[in-house]
């Protein structure tokens, strides 16, 4: 569990993994959940050299449920997370993007 204060679930974020989706040597997806207020995350980090990104993006119940099913990332069609409000954090500074990259820096 972690406390991440910039999300904006709940006045006391704190989320856990649920499964993790991808894992590479520099990259990494994971649908992540909050322990207060059951809002579900899809979580990405991308590392390049020594600058570290995230992003984190609300998903809904169904959504994270069709995550949860999958056994193949390559068949999870994630393109509404290039098109949702996702909270991004890099080298210290939280911004509001319009989405998540939509081709990821690991395939």
Known sequence: MAIVEFLNCCPNPDIKTIKSVFEGAHDEEALKKCNH?????????????????????????????????????????????????SIRWEDGEVTVTKGQPGDPFIY
Not at 52 to 59: A, E, F, P, Q, S
Not at 65 to 75: A, F, S, V
Request: glycine share 2%; net charge negative.
């Open 37 to 85: 207020c059951g809002v579900y995350w899809f979580f990405r980090f991308h590392e390049y050299w020594d600058d570290y990104t995230t992003w984190h993006t609300k998903i809904t119940d169904e959504e994270a449920e069709t995550i949860l099913q999958n056994q193949d990332r390559r068949k999870l069609n994630l393109a509404y997370l290039c098109k949702r409000e």
